[in-house]
């Protein structure tokens, strides 16, 4: 063992007439290893914000979008083949967007209305049921002679406001209607209702409404058009780099986005806040780094005589700047592992037994969804480490520079 390891070990055991020291030691590893397990939790806490909201968005909204300058276009089959040939496509689905006025015997809401292709959508939306679609599926479809009512899936929460459930009948009003001797007329159609669905995000349950794609066009008056394509991606983190290519591909007056820039701004958020909290939280690290400072400090004063006689005996300056250099790494690693085991423990427990509930009427969620990811816990671990190392230098500098001779004769 080298004897800076040695003599530096040594000194991280205080005697008795150094307990002052060796409390102020223990003080500061027990800083550390709250500043890193508190850094871990909420971290992970976020990143499980930040991952289920993703999930909701995307369980509703698809990877990619391809719509068209100018509006509707009908060539959509050949464009949907074209896409799905490009490297990384999962899958593709036409869809029309519209605005829409619902009224019920209750109530009137608007909503936004897509049309969907049910033997498609299931492959790129995943929070439709093998129910929702079979209902949607069946719409078209009565007995001959007999005049069916098309079918509706809504939002839990638009279905609330109106005073409607499964079963009841509404009615949509759309702005694209047609030219009488009386101006323009709004097309106006009954439905029944065929299912409500929860996503879990209160604008979406709030204002979407799915009918079928056939029954859409009829209504919309738009032949066999659509408004875009919906597009799902094997890796979501890939998308940016499919729609760059399908840009390539299809050009003008095609135009794509990807989720990423569909929800740049709620994202970019949470991103923004995750560091904000990141930095507020490391300056936890920062305080027991200057307890560290502060024992290291002393701890030169109170080995005056010692560093003098090791001086004497012939270590150099750079042998005594690596003693009290790997006492204050010592305690910042020591107080760094307990961090992060405890960081990890809590996170588990959180994880496994839920016991931190949400109100359900504030937070889309009721309990706090944890994530916790390697990358996340070596940066806090790395920056504690950097912050407790930087806290050493000054005193091991100033122990580097004592003069041994006045040390001796005035120590």
Request: net charge positive; hydrophobic share 50%.
């Amino acid at each position: 063992m080298p004897f800076e390891l040695f003599i530096g070990s040594r000194y991280l055991r205080a005697k008795q007439k150094q307990s002052f020291i060796s409390l102020i030691t223990l003080l500061s590893i027990a800083g550390v290893t709250v500043g890193v397990m508190a850094l871990i939790v909420v971290i992970a806490v976020m990143t499980g914000f930040e991952s289920d909201m993703k999930s909701r968005i995307l369980g509703v909204e698809s990877h990619i979008v391809v719509m068209r300058h100018g509006g509707s276009f009908s060539d959509y089959r050949n464009i949907m083949a074209r896409i799905e040939a490009a490297d990384g496509v999962q899958a593709t689905t036409p869809f029309i967007y519209s605005q829409v006025m619902i009224r019920s015997a209750t109530g009137v809401s608007g909503a936004v209305l897509r049309g969907v292709d049910p033997e498609t959508v299931g492959s790129v939306v995943k929070f439709f049921s093998a129910e929702d679609l079979t209902r949607l599926a069946g719409d078209t479809a009565g007995r001959p002679g007999e005049r069916s009512t098309p079918g509706i899936i809504l939002g839990k929460e638009l279905a609330k406001n109106l005073g409607v459930g499964a079963g009841d009948t509404i009615a949509m009003i759309s702005p694209r209607g047609m030219l009488s001797p009386i101006g323009h007329m709004p097309a106006m159609k009954q439905f029944k209702i065929k299912g409500l669905f929860e996503s879990g995000m209160y604008e979406f349950d709030n204002s979407l409404v799915y009918i079928h794609l056939n029954t859409a066009q009829k209504m919309m008056r738009m032949a066999d058009t659509v408004t875009g394509i919906e597009v799902r991606v094997n890796d979501i983190y890939q998308a940016g780099d499919i729609r760059k290519t399908l840009v390539r591909d299809l050009g003008f007056p095609y135009w794509i986005r990807d989720w990423m820039s569909m929800n740049r701004n709620l994202f970019s958020a949470l991103k923004l806040e995750k560091t904000a909290m990141f930095i507020i939280l490391a300056l936890i690290v920062l305080v027991a780094a200057f307890n560290i400072a502060s024992s290291l400090i002393m701890m030169v004063m109170e080995k005056t005589k010692d560093i003098a006689i090791l001086k004497a005996m012939g270590a150099t300056d750079r042998s005594i700047y690596r003693i009290f250099i790997f006492k204050g790494m010592a305690i910042g690693v020591v107080g760094t592992i307990l961090g992060v085991c405890g960081g990890i423990i809590l996170c588990m427990l959180l994880s496994h037994y839920k016991f931190i509930e949400l109100p359900g009427d504030v937070y889309y969620i009721t309990t706090l969804p944890v994530v916790l990811k390697v990358v996340d816990v070596a940066a806090i671990a790395v920056s504690a480490l950097v912050i407790c190392f930087f806290a050493t230098l000054y005193p091991a500098r100033q122990a580097s520079r004592l003069d041994p001779v006045e040390a001796i004769r005035y120590g």
